[in-house]
C-alpha cells in the first residue's frame, strides 16, 4: 500500500541521525551543572534481612559529603516503580529506603558528595547492622509450607496474596478443557522453563535534577515513561505535579528496563534537601543487579487436535518468578496468555491459569515481548511436537489454527494488560502470506526434507509463529500538537519518547504526508512535560499505532485550516483545493506556497495561530504477527549450537519507514537470539550475581550472529495511521522456539529450559545417548 503515499513508507534518515554519529552531547550524562553533586549506592549484601541499626554519621561527617540518605531520614510511602498508567497494576510494595532488604542489591542508603570518588569512599564508613532472615531463592522455595514471607509488611497495597509470597494470580477458562482433552485424537504436554535475562543497554540508567531559575525540580533523566515518572515522583515526595519538569534526552537503549523509577526519587530529593545539581548514574554491575531483568518463568502447556488437525483445547499454566517487588508482575504475567493464545483460535477449549510468585531475587520488569517471549517457547514447541504426532508440516500445522481477517478470539475480551480485555474482531491479518514468503527464502521445503546427518555437527531447521500487540486499549494515550510556521514549516510537538527506534523520525513522516511537504519541513520536538501534551510513554508497542494515530489527527485538523484559509486566497471552495510538494493547489492548477498561507494567517485578515492538539485512546490492539524460521547446526561432541540462517517474515500493515522496520526487527531478533542461547544470570548460593558484567554474561556479538533476513509482508490496519500497525517487540519471540524445534530436528532431542548453553545441550545430548 506504500505507492499510495510520498512520504510515508519511504527510508528516510533519522532526524535525530547526524547527532548521534557525530557524537553531540544529547544523551542524559552529558549534561554538565556546575556544583553537582554525585551519588553512590550502598547496596545489601544479604537477599533477606532487617536493619537492626544503621549509623551513617561517619560518612557524613566525611568533608565532601553534603548528605545520606536512610530509611531513617527518607519518605515512608510505599509505592511502585513501575511507569503504568495510573491506577498502575502492579502493587504499592516498595519504598524509597526500607528497614527491611530483600534482594542482593536491594537499597539500603546513598551518599552524596563533591565526587563520585568521595561518594565511593563514604560508603565504606556507613556501619549497618543486619539480622539475616531465611531467603527463598527460588520458585518452589518461595511456595514451599513454611516459608519466608517476603513482604510482611502491613501498610503494602495490591500484593494478591502476601502470606504465600504471590503478588498476582489469574484464571481464565473459556469452555471445558478437560472434556475437550478427551475428545482429542492427539494430546501434547511439555513444562519449559525460561531464564533470568538482562537488557544489557549501552546507556545505564542516568539522571540529572537541578532546580531552575523559579526554584521547580527538573529531572533530566533517561527514561521511556516521562509523565508516569512524573506523577510517581510527585506523589512520594508530596509534591505538586507542576512543579516538576521531566525531560528526556535521547537514550542509549531502553527494551523497557527504563519503564521505572529507579534513580529519579533519590535525585529529586538530594536536589530538594540541598538546592544542588545531583547525578546519578548506575555502574554496569549495578544495571544489572540493581534495575530490573526479565521475569523468569516455568510455564506448563497442554495442547489437543481432532483428527483433522485442528486444535480443540489448549491449556496454559504459568509461574512467573517477579523477584523481590511485583513491578510489573500482573502485566507480565496476563501477557503471558494474551500475545500468544488468541493466535490459535481455532481450539474452542482455552484456560490459562498463573501466578506471580515473589523470591529473594532481582526484580522483574517490562522487557520487550513483555511475557509473550517467555510463553511463546513452551506453546510453539509443543505444537511441534503435536504436528509430529499428527504426521503433519509444522508451517501446515499453523496453517490449519492461525487466526484471520475478520475472526476473534474470546481471549481478546477475557484478558488484557492487569484487567479485562477488549473485544477484537482482527482487520489486518497476513500470516498466510508470511508463511508462504518465509518459507520460500528460507528454502523450508528443501531442508526439511534434507537428510539428518549423522557426524558430530548436524543441521535441522525449526520455525514458528507470532503475535504481539499495538498498544493497551482503552488504556495508553498518545497526544501531538502540530503549529505552523510562517516559512511553511511546522513544529511537531510529541510526548512519546523515541529510545532509538526512530519514533520521532516516523511520527514525523506521518505529519509530513498529511501536510503535503518534506520531512525536513518538520521540527520535532519530544518528551519534556512542560513543552510537550501528554503521551503514556514507550511501552507496549505503542508510539506508531497510539501516538502516530494523534499526529496523523492533528495534522488533518492543520489540513483544514490550512485549506479554510488557502481557499479565500485563491477565492475557491476549501474542499477544493489539494496540499502537496509545500503548496495548496486549486482545481485550475494555481498555487499558494504553504509560506504564504502562513502568513496571511500571522499577518492578514483574520490572524490566527494555525495549529491543533489531538489525541488517540485506541479501542482495539491489532497485532503484528511474525513467522520465524532458523536453521541451527549443532556439534554432537561438545553441545555448541550455531545459528546458520534466520528468516523473519512479518506483517506490520504499512512499514511507515521499512529501512527502521527492518532494523527494528533485525535487533529484536539477536537480542532473541542472545536468549535462547547464551544470556543468563548466574547466581552464589546467596543469591547474589555471579556474572554481572558484559565480559561473563554473553549478549552475542555481530560475529556471532547468523545472516538476519527480513521480509516485510505488504498489508494495511484500516485503524491505525497510514495503515500501520507496531513492529518494534514482535521479533523478540521467535529465536528460542525456533532455534529448540531446529535443535531437535537436527538431533532428536527437545530442550526444555533456556538458553540452550553447550553444557545444557551437550548434557540432554548424553541423556539421550547421542555424541
Request: glycine share 10%.
Amino acid at each position: 500500500m506504500s505507492d499510495k503515499f510520498e512520504v510515508v513508507g519511504t527510508s528516510e534518515r533519522k532526524v535525530d541521525g547526524l547527532a548521534l554519529i557525530t557524537g553531540r552531547p544529547v544523551f542524559a550524562g552529558d549534561l554538565d551543572l556546575p556544583h553537582t553533586l554525585h551519588l553512590a549506592l550502598l547496596a545489601s549484601p544479604h537477599a533477606h534481612a532487617r536493619i537492626r541499626r544503621i549509623d551513617a554519621g561517619g560518612a557524613a561527617r566525611l568533608p565532601g559529603v553534603a548528605l545520606v540518605l536512610t530509611h531513617e531520614n527518607t519518605p515512608s510511602l510505599r509505592f511502585t516503580t513501575a511507569g503504568q498508567g495510573y491506577p498502575e497494576p502492579s502493587p504499592y510494595d516498595a519504598r524509597m529506603f526500607d528497614s527491611k532488604v530483600r534482594f542482593v542489591g536491594d537499597r539500603v542508603a546513598v551518599v552524596a558528595a563533591e565526587s563520585p570518588r568521595l561518594a565511593r569512599e563514604a560508603l565504606s564508613l556507613i556501619a549497618v547492622d543486619y539480622e539475616v532472615l531465611p531467603a527463598a531463592l527460588s520458585l518452589d522455595a518461595a511456595l514451599a509450607p513454611g516459608a519466608p514471607v517476603i513482604h510482611d509488611e502491613a501498610d503494602a497495597e495490591g500484593i494478591w496474596d502476601a502470606p504465600h509470597n504471590l503478588a498476582a494470580a489469574l484464571d481464565v477458562a473459556v469452555g471445558d478443557t478437560p472434556a475437550a482433552f478427551a475428545e482429542c485424537v492427539a494430546v501434547v504436554e511439555t513444562t519449559c522453563e525460561t531464564q533470568y535475562a538482562q537488557h544489557a543497554p549501552l546507556e545505564t540508567h542516568v539522571c540529572q535534577s537541578y532546580l531552575d531559575d523559579n526554584g521547580r525540580l527538573v529531572l533530566y533523566t533517561s527514561t521511556q515513561v516521562p509523565f508516569h515518572l512524573r506523577r510517581i515522583v510527585a506523589r512520594i515526595l508530596d509534591l505538586p505535579i507542576h512543579r516538576i519538569r521531566v525531560v528526556k534526552p535521547r537514550i542509549g537503549g531502553g527494551f523497557g528496563v527504563k519503564q521505572e523509577v529507579l534513580l529519579e526519587d533519590v535525585c529529586a530529593l538530594v536536589t530538594m534537601r540541598t538546592g544542588r545539581p545531583a547525578r546519578w548514574e548506575y555502574t554496569r554491575s549495578e544495571e544489572f543487579v540493581s534495575a530490573r531483568t526479565r521475569h523468569p518463568f516455568r510455564i506448563r502447556v497442554k495442547v489437543g487436535a481432532r483428527e483433522d488437525g485442528v486444535l480443540h483445547a489448549i491449556e496454559m499454566d504459568a509461574i512467573q518468578n517477579t523477584g523481590a517487588y511485583g513491578t510489573h508482575s500482573l502485566t507480565v504475567l496476563s501477557n503471558a496468555g494474551s500475545k500468544t493464545l488468541p493466535l490459535y483460535n481455532k481450539a474452542p477449549h482455552l484456560r490459562f491459569t498463573g501466578r506471580s510468585v515473589y523470591t529473594n531475587l532481582p526484580v522483574g520488569g517490562a522487557y520487550r515481548g513483555y511475557g509473550g517471549t517467555q510463553a511463546s517457547f513452551p506453546l510453539e514447541t509443543a505444537l511441534d511436537r503435536l504436528a509430529e504426532r499428527l504426521g503433519l508440516d509444522p508451517v501446515e500445522l499453523r496453517r490449519r489454527n492461525h487466526i484471520g481477517s475478520g475472526e476473534t478470539s474470546p481471549i481478546f475480551a477475557e484478558m488484557g494488560e492487569g484487567r479485562e480485555g477488549v473485544p477484537m474482531i482482527i482487520k489486518s491479518c497476513a500470516i498466510p502470506e508470511c508463511l508462504n514468503a518465509g518459507m520460500e527464502a528460507f528454502g523450508w521445503a528443501h531442508k526439511r526434507a534434507r537428510p539428518r546427518d549423522t557426524g558430530p555437527v548436524r543441521r535441522g531447521v525449526g520455525m514458528s509463529l507470532h503475535m504481539q500487540g499495538s498498544g493497551i486499549p482503552l488504556i495508553d494515550m498518545g497526544a501531538a500538537t502540530i503549529k505552523m510556521n510562517d516559512d511553511g514549516s511546522f513544529h511537531l510537538l510529541i510526548g512519546a519518547t523515541d529510545l532509538g527506534t526512530g519514533s520521532d523520525t516516523i511520527l514525523g513522516q506521518i505529519a509530513a504526508e498529511v501536510l503535503g511537504v518534506r520531512l525536513e519541513q518538520i521540527v520535532v520536538y519530544s518528551s519534556d512535560t512542560d513543552f510537550t501534551p501528554f503521551d503514556t510513554g514507550a511501552y507496549a508497542s505503542s508510539t506508531t499505532y497510539v501516538t502516530g494515530k494523534a499526529v496523523e489527527r492533528a495534522a488533518r485538523e492543520v489540513e483544514e485550516q490550512i485549506r479554510r484559509v488557502a481557499a479565500v486566497m485563491l477565492q475557491t471552495e476549501a474542499g477544493a483545493v489539494q496540499l502537496g510538494d509545500g503548496r495548496v493547489i486549486a482545481p485550475d492548477g494555481r498555487s499558494v506556497t504553504l509560506a504564504e498561507v502562513c502568513t496571511r494567517a500571522y499577518y492578514g485578515a483574520d490572524q490566527f495561530q494555525i495549529g491543533a492538539t489531538a489525541s488517540c485512546v485506541p479501542e482495539e490492539s491489532p497485532p503484528p504477527f511474525m513467522a520465524s524460521f532458523a536453521e541451527v547446526a549443532v556439534d554432537v561432541e561438545t553441545g555448541q549450537v550455531r545459528v546458520l540462517d534466520y528468516v523473519a517474515a512479518v506483517d506490520c500493515g504499512t512499514p511507515i519507514n521499512p529501512r527502521m522496520a527492518e532494523g527494528q526487527v533485525e535487533g529484536a531478533v539477536a537480542n532473541g537470539i542472545g536468549y535462547a542461547l547464551t544470556e543468563e544470570y548466574l547466581f552464589t548460593p546467596g543469591g547474589k550475581v555471579r556474572n554481572a558484567d558484559l565480559s561473563r554474561y554473553k549478549i552475542p556479538r555481530t560475529l556471532d550472529l547468523p545472516p538476519i533476513r527480513v521480509i516485510l509482508v505488504d498489508s494495511y490496519e484500516p485503524t491505525g495511521p497510514m495503515g500501520a500497525k507496531s513492529i518494534a517487540e514482535i521479533g523478540i519471540n521467535g529465536p528460542a522456539p525456533s532455534i529448540a524445534n531446529a535443535i531437535y530436528h537436527a538431533t532428536g532431542v527437545r530442550l526444555a529450559r533456556t538458553p540452550f548453553t553447550p553444557e545444557r545441550v551437550w548434557r540432554a545430548l548424553r541423556e539421550a545417548g547421542i555424541g
